[in-house]
């Protein structure tokens, strides 16, 4: 692996570099694997998940986050599928620890993931605030936003919005977000040890410009923070123009105070400026760099006002909501024939997001109602909304990676009508059991392509 000699000559000066042990790890071709598991659906204390049933170690800075020995095939573990575990990087999830020593996780607030695409960050902050707390998990680039709300459908959660919208729509909401979480788009340096593209990429003109879009995106998103709130900024960048340089001028040019973060020596995290680094040859995990601020200028808080309120469901259209949903707490909306299910102590605060951002997803899509029945959607399957009563289909592994495949199940002596699927235990999604076949409703873009 030839790194940029340009890049390393930039880094001699950085706090924590060393070249030799640098460029050592790169040419070991080491790869680190981690994950992180989903409350909602497994125990750290008794891991459902399969794949932590094997060796495995906890990620210091993360409850959730465990390395593995060997990276697995996830595309052929169904549990994966099911929204077990979300495969991340370890460093990233450092995020944990700003969030949970900067704030009072159990209160209620509004958090904005601003850059969230894939989706590992938006995850990890909804497993970790309260359930009645909001999440906007927002993704400029339109072609990024499906696989976000796929990754957010397949969490189980309701009590997130996904939108597209640029950073600069969000400072007519003043004041609206407690939190909000940047981990912006940069050269990309931090990820040379896993994606050879990064370093062919990488120029030291694309770091200046990288630079530049930082301090664009954050002065843009910064109205919408309220007084006293958190902003927390990360790049996997090593580069100081994207790094300290964007702290200093954050310091400078907004009424802001850096958040200092306790950590423990034995982590090997380097304080730097005003922020963390995370040097692959001293941590088990990729480049990152993290810094976490408090707003101490006053913020005109905007005044949630609903133009157009959405239509709710009938008490009828209710009656059959209700043998598929455990609706205690849930608001039931409609758009055209579509049901979502959105928290009742939310539900102004989605109305009012709703006004004024492009949203792709919301709360739970519950399903089509189509000539007084409910036509249920893939996300009711992965949320832990649906009630007890209704059929489940338990597979085995090879079944299991079938019907993930979409293919044709045969129907046996099965119960007639809507089933769930599941495996070890959890859901997998929808099938329809007719006399001579079964319908299998696992969405098509997300079936497994390939034969293992």
């Excluded at 070991?28 to 497994?42: D, M, Y």
């Excluded at 006293?228 to 790049?235: F, H, M, R």
């Excluded at 954050?250 to 306790?262: A, E, H, K, T």
């Excluded at 005044?303 to 608001?331: C, F, H, Y």
């Amino acid at each position: 692996m030839q790194l940029p000699v340009q890049l390393l000559t930039a880094l001699e000066t950085t706090k924590g570099f060393d070249r030799k042990s640098f460029e050592a790890v790169h040419a070991s071709n080491e790869q680190v694997t981690s994950i992180r598991i989903n409350p909602l659906k497994a125990s750290t204390t008794s891991p459902n998940p399969q794949i932590l049933k094997s060796p495995n170690h906890p990620v210091p800075w993360s409850q959730y986050g465990f390395y593995l020995e060997t990276r697995p095939s996830f595309t052929f573990d169904p549990l994966f599928h099911a929204g077990c575990y979300y495969v991340q990087e370890a460093s990233s999830m450092f995020l944990e620890q700003a969030l949970k020593q900067t704030l009072d996780l159990s209160q209620s607030l509004k958090v904005l993931d601003l850059c969230a695409a894939p989706g590992g960050k938006s995850t990890h902050i909804q497993s970790l605030i309260s359930k009645d707390s909001l999440l906007v998990s927002n993704e400029v680039i339109r072609s990024r936003t499906n696989i976000l709300k796929d990754n957010i459908i397949k969490w189980g959660c309701d009590n997130v919005m996904v939108t597209h919208n640029d950073p600069a729509d969000f400072a007519k909401m003043s004041g609206y977000f407690d939190v909000i979480v940047i981990d912006a788009p940069c050269s990309g340096s931090g990820l040379f040890r896993r994606d050879q593209a990064a370093i062919e990429e990488w120029s030291l003109a694309n770091v200046q410009l990288c630079s530049q879009r930082q301090q664009r995106i954050l002065a843009d998103v910064w109205p919408a923070l309220k007084e006293n709130g958190i902003l927390i900024y990360s790049t996997c960048s090593y580069s100081k123009e994207e790094d300290e340089e964007i702290v200093n001028w954050l310091l400078q040019d907004l009424s802001i105070v850096n958040c200092p973060l306790p950590i423990d020596a034995s982590w090997g995290i380097v304080e730097s400026g005003g922020g963390y680094r995370f040097w692959p040859d001293k941590v088990k995990g990729e480049g990152l760099f993290l810094a976490c601020f408090r707003k101490t200028g006053e913020e005109r808080t905007t005044a949630i006002k609903i133009k157009n309120k959405p239509e709710q469901a009938t008490q009828s259209e209710s009656v059959i909501i209700d043998k598929w949903v455990k609706s205690e707490g849930l608001r039931f909306i409609k758009h055209k024939q579509t049901v979502y299910g959105w928290p009742e102590k939310l539900a102004d605060d989605f109305s009012f997001l709703l006004n004024q951002l492009r949203v792709a997803y919301s709360g739970t899509i519950i399903g089509e109602l189509l000539r007084d029945k409910l036509v249920p959607d893939h996300s009711l399957a992965m949320s832990t909304k649906i009630t007890d009563n209704i059929q489940r289909i338990a597979l085995d592994y090879d079944r299991a990676i079938q019907y993930l495949q979409r293919k044709e199940l045969l129907p046996g002596n099965m119960t007639k009508g809507w089933q769930l699927v599941t495996y070890e235990g959890q859901i997998l999604g929808w099938v329809n059991v007719l006399s001579n076949r079964i319908n299998n409703y696992y969405p098509k873009e997300l079936r497994i392509l390939k034969d293992k």
